[in-house]
Structure formats: C-alpha cells, structure tokens
C-alpha cells in the first residue's frame, strides 16, 4: 500500500514538481520514497531517493536503486517523471524499493495496492522462466505485464492503481482495480503536461494548478449526498480512472478534449455468474468463498488487524479469522478496533462484546468525542480531499488512529457485502416492486407482512418503497420533498448560481433500482461502494495503514449477485445466504441481528441536542464560504430541525463539509 505520483510531458519541462507531489502524501508511505526522471529517448532514467538511504541503496546490485538524493530533481528535466511513497506490507527489504524497473530495464512500474495472489502468479511466470529479485507483488505484476501484456489485469486479483512506463515504446499504462479499492487521478496541466497521483492534492504542487468548482458534481454532493459516481470529481477537470478501466498515453503526443479528458478503456466489466443449484448449496459455496478470501487477504509480514462494529460483516470476517488462525495453530490474538458512543441508541458495544465473548481476540475501542470533531475537520477534509456526508466519516478516522497507534499496520474491514446481499433496507422497493411486476400478489402481501413484523414498517412505508421504485420521477420528487428526503431542488440551494439543472442522479442510472441485482451493480460500481472506499482509503492511509476489503473478492461479488434475489432477501431477511452460511462461525444472536449501524457517530444527537449552537456557526459559515451557493434557507432548515417542524437529515453536515472544503482548498466559482 503507497502512494504514486508521476507527469508526461511531450517536451523536456523541470522535473522538481515531482518532488512536491509525493512529499505531499508521506502519510501514505513513510518508510521509503523514490524517484524516476526520464528525458527524452530512452537512455537510463535518473534514479533518486532519500539522501539518508543511498549508501544503503548503493550497497545492492538492484538495477533500480537510487544513486543521487532527491533534490538532484531541482536541476533536471524530464519528458516523464514518476515518483512513489512505500508503505511496506510485503517482503520489508529494500527490494521492493519503487520505480521498480524488470530484468531488461524497458519497464517501469509505480504501484499502490495488494496482489493477493501473486505467489501463484509467481510461479506460474517461474515455470515460463521468470527470475525474481524479490518477494514483492510489485515485481510479480511487472513480469505479468511483460509476459501477458494488458491481459494480466485479468488474472490479478486483489486491489491496485498502477503506472508502468515503456522506455522503449514511449508508452504510459495506467490501471485501476476492479472495484476502485485503490484511487487514480489524471490531470493535464495549464501547460498540457498530464499529471497523475493518488490523491487530488498532489495537483496543488504542480506549477498551474488552480481549484475550480465542478458545479454538476457540487450539485450532487449537496443535494444528493452523492460522490465518486462519475469519472468526475469536485474539482473542475480533474478526473478519476474509473474502476476496471485503464489508459494508454503515448509520450510523444496527447490530446485531452475541452473538458480535460483523456480516452480510457473499460478493461472489466461487472458480470453475475448465473446460480443454478440449491440455496443451501449457494449458502455453502458462499462460506468458502468468503473464508478463502479472508485467508488470503491475511497474507502480510507486518501485523494485521480487524475492524470491528458488531455488525454481520465485520463480525463474519473476525470469526473467521479466529478459525483460521485456530487451524494453522496461532497462538497470537488478532486484534480488533471499534468505535462505541455515550449514546445508547448509537453505541454497538454490546454487540461487540457478543463477539469478543465468542473467540479469543485482543479488544481495542475509541470514543469519538464531540470536543475533537472540529477541531479535526480541517485535517480530515484534507485528508479525504473532497466533502464528505456524515461524520461516520470522524468515527472511522478515530479507530483507524487507534490501529496505528498500537502498531498495526493492514486492517480488514467488511466494505462491500451490503452492496452486493441486499443489506440496506433500501432493497425492499425493488423486492416489493418486482413481485408486483410479476403479479406474485400473494408473495408480495406475504413479504410487506414480514417487514411489519420484523423491522416495524407500516403496510404505507411499504407503498412508499414501491412507489419509489415505479412512480414516474417527478412525482417521486414532490414526494420526497414532503418528506424532507434529498430530492431535486432543494431550497436552501441557488440552483441559478451553480448554473445546473435540478436532477437525480442515481435516475439517469436508468434501471438502477428496477431490481435487486441491478440495484447491486450500480451500488458496487458507482454509488454507495464508491463513496465508502473513498473514505476508508483516505482515512486508513492518514494513518499509514492498509486497509483491506475481503468482501470484494471479484470471484465472490461475481458469485453474489448471480444469485436468485431471494436468496439475499426474503421474507424481510437480509443478506439472507450470508447468515445461512456463517451458522456455527458467528455467534446466533449476530447472525439474527436486523438493525444496521457500522462504525456511526451519534451525529443527530449531537446536532440537535449537545452543541446546537456550535453547529448553527459552523452552518452559518459555511453558507457565507460557499459564495452564494449556500442560502440562509439552510440556517432555517437547521433550525426547523431543531424545533421539531422537520426531520432530522444529513444535509446540514454536508454543508458544513461543503464549506470547509472550498476554504480548505480555496475552492474558485467560475460565473457561468
């Protein structure tokens, strides 16, 4: 897990920007740095590292081991330059040092991310007569790339942005996972040099760089509470590789469009594998699926932890580890992180102990304090380099901290079951809706009964839900409206300002929630999952740790969602296979557990009852920062909430978050 930064220029330009834009993300690899400056034709590039490293460096015969310090880029050029911070996961010698180069020194790779299965890879590029310096999966991925060229992506399985140069075609590559665990941006500079990075604030050291307001994108946020859902990002023009796509830029000529693009390629695309066999089948494939890849994902010569809500994901993988390290005979406790609260209806503690109580495991837990949190704002808004829509966001940041605090450098996290079994209670409109597409009246009936029974909904909340799946968009709007849910115009926003036309975007999906299985692939690929990686990437990486997702396996999403939707939702029961599956491994009263929090903050709470005032300032604020975007209407929201004349919502944070983004990053608004 790293960080990387690199430019093409189609003319030699001064190389120090690259200095800059991997200093900026030390936090993402502090135990090693290098750099690589190519100029011009395709001599051997220019090797540079830390000062302090070099006699270490020199010592090796490595082949891509820095020979000058860093600052050798204040007085060089470059037609490219990469630059890399290494958080060291696997094999912690130096010869997983990056820009790593292969055996003939044509290829050159910077890389973020995990292989998780690159020791069979390994061996099969062994068998063809690879030889390797390393233990890394960086060099495994170069020798692939070599050996199968851009089909290699394809047999990768694990998490990764990457760029690798071809010293010999004048070729960049860059690819980005399956699911987008790992971030990619592009930016072509002012002067039409293209910039690449992990994170958008590495743009802010390249000579050029001013922050633009992206209006639709802004819209989105602030109305929706949506980001990461489109190749666009907040910032105008720069752009993210989507997940399972990757980009080819020839060196000697690049030209984006008007907008800032760059032509990419869809390299994946998200396929169900259809299930013909028996639910009690599925349910047993799925647990050794799941379990497979909570082994492999273990895999790391640095110390693993887990977190821990007490919820079925994060409970399912603790419990399987605590198997796992069984069978192999492992006398270490894993160690787990959680976030519990002081108020009652917000705090998991008790379902965390149910799992604590159950196999043997070394506990950690963290408060988050309301005192800290805007104390803490600025940092995390940098961190997360865009808005963000709860301050579920602050809780994670906490137990992330507390990980790296007691030395754990790769914590598993259950990102991504929710999507892929129905978890949210969201799902029962395209459930509801698609009985009643089918005429199974008597199914229907059957299934709105047992949500009554089960999670309290009204036979009206029901109607509701199917309404929102089936109703024609305008009205679904006025309804949503009345109910003081994110619809398209909301008041407190000046439309007019932004110069954008009210819409719903998860509406132009077109059949995003027509039925459970397409409600999954959109959530997986461009609306809840995104989001939710974006902040766990963020955060983890804030605090050098990697954090890693064992639900995003790609065999088992493939898996999932190729199943029959009611065997992920059925008579009101959630992630239906999954609780099936882990009976014997989870402790029954998680398993029969059907209310849904996660790593929360009392967020409602504290708005509305704990320091009103200090959030109304911070409201106000931010509408005097947003420019006008922001009206006084969101004060007046804010304070309907307080007095019972509206329902609590998430809106009053995303404009604070808004807020202190654009004074953050000194966000302009472009008239329009």
């Known amino acids: 897990m790293c960080g990387v930064s690199g430019f093409v220029s189609t003319n030699p330009r001064p190389a120090f920007p690259i200095l800059g834009m991997t200093d900026i993300i030390r936090h993402r690899g502090p135990d090693d740095e290098g750099f690589a400056l190519f100029n011009n034709g395709r001599q051997a590039p220019l090797l540079l590292g830390n000062g302090d490293y070099i006699a270490r460096y020199s010592r090796s015969s490595l082949p891509y081991a820095p020979s000058a310090s860093k600052v050798e880029a204040l007085t060089n050029s470059a037609t490219v330059a990469l630059g890399h911070r290494r958080l060291a996961i696997v094999d912690l010698s130096i010869a997983g040092h990056q820009p790593m180069c292969g055996a003939d020194e044509r290829y050159w790779i910077v890389f973020n991310g995990e292989i998780y299965n690159h020791e069979a890879l390994r061996h099969d590029l062994e068998d063809v007569g690879y030889q390797f ?31 690798i140069f071809d010293v ?65 990002t907040l910032f105008s023009q720069v752009y993210q590789l989507r997940p399972g796509h990757l980009m080819v830029l020839n060196v000697g000529g690049f030209v984006p469009d008007k907008t800032g693009r760059l032509p990419v390629t869809r390299w994946y695309e998200l396929r169900p594998r259809e299930f013909a066999g028996s639910y009690e089948q599925a349910a047993a494939e799925f647990k050794e699926r799941l379990t497979n890849s909570v082994g492999l994902e273990l895999h790391a010569d640095v110390p693993v ?53 159950a196999v043997q495991v070394r506990d950690y837990y963290v408060e988050p304090p309301l005192d800290h949190l805007f104390d803490e704002i600025t940092s995390i808004t940098w961190h997360q380099d865009e808005p963000f829509g709860s301050t579920s966001v602050y809780a994670q940041w906490n137990v992330f901290r507390l990980a790296a605090e007691n030395d754990v450098k790769v914590m598993l996290d259950g990102q991504g079951a929710d999507e892929q079994l129905a978890g949210y209670h969201g799902y029962f409109g395209p459930r509801f809706a698609g009985l009643l597409r089918s005429g199974r009246l008597r199914e229907l ?67 995003y929630s027509t039925n459970i299985r397409s409600m999954s692939a959109a959530q997986l690929t461009a609306t809840n999952l995104q989001m939710l990686l974006h902040w766990e990437d963020r ?134």
Request: aromatic share 10%.
């Open 445 to 511: 009936w059957k299934e709105m009964q047992a949500v009554k029974s089960l999670h309290g909904y009204s036979e009206l909340r029901s109607l509701m839900y199917i309404g929102n799946v089936m109703l024609p968009h305008r009205i679904k709007q006025r309804l949503r409206a009345l109910n003081n849910r994110n619809h398209d115009s909301p008041s407190w926003l000046d439309i007019q300002k932004l110069g954008v036309s009210p819409s719903d975007p998860l509406h132009q999906l077109g059949n």
């Open 168 to 232: 010999q075609n004048q070729e960049l590559f860059l690819s980005r996972d399956r699911f987008g665990i790992k971030p990619l941006y592009y930016w072509v500079a002012p002067d039409g040099t293209f910039c690449f990075a992990s994170e958008i604030k590495q743009f802010t050291q390249f000579p050029g760089w001013a922050a633009h307001l992206n209006a639709e994108r802004a819209y989105d946020f602030l109305a929706w509470g949506l980001t990461d859902h489109t190749d666009e």
């Open 133 to 163: 310096r390393s233990g890394s999966d960086t060099e495994v991925i170069l020798a692939a790339y070599v050996h199968w060229g851009r089909d290699c992506l394809s047999r990768l399985n694990g998490m990764w942005a990457f760029a």
């Open 539 to 672: 955060d983890s990486m804030a605090h050098s740790i990697e954090a890693r997702v064992p639900f995003l396996d790609h065999e088992l999403v493939e898996f999932v969602l190729g199943l029959p939707d009611e065997f992920k939702l059925h008579r009101a029961v959630t992630k239906r296979v999954q609780r099936t599956a882990m009976s014997g491994i989870l402790p029954d009263r998680i398993r029969d557990r059907f209310d849904k929090m996660g790593f929360v903050t009392p967020e409602e709470t504290w708005m509305l009852e704990r320091a009103p005032e200090i959030f109304r300032q911070r409201l106000q604020t931010a509408v005097e920062t947003s420019r006008g975007i922001l009206n006084s209407n969101a004060v007046e929201l804010f304070d309907n909430m307080l007095t019972g004349k509206a329902k609590f919502s998430f809106a009053p944070w995303r404009m604070i978050s808004f807020g202190e983004w654009m004074r953050s990053f000194q966000v302009e608004v472009t008239p329009r």
């Open 305 to 357: 932890g887990s977190c821990l809500s007490g919820g079925l994901d994060s409970s399912s993988i603790v419990c399987i580890i605590n198997g796992l390290l069984k069978t192999q005979g492992t006398v270490d406790l894993q160690r787990t992180f959680s976030a519990v609260s002081d108020v009652a209806r917000f705090d998991e503690s008790n379902w965390i102990s149910a799992v604590v109580d």
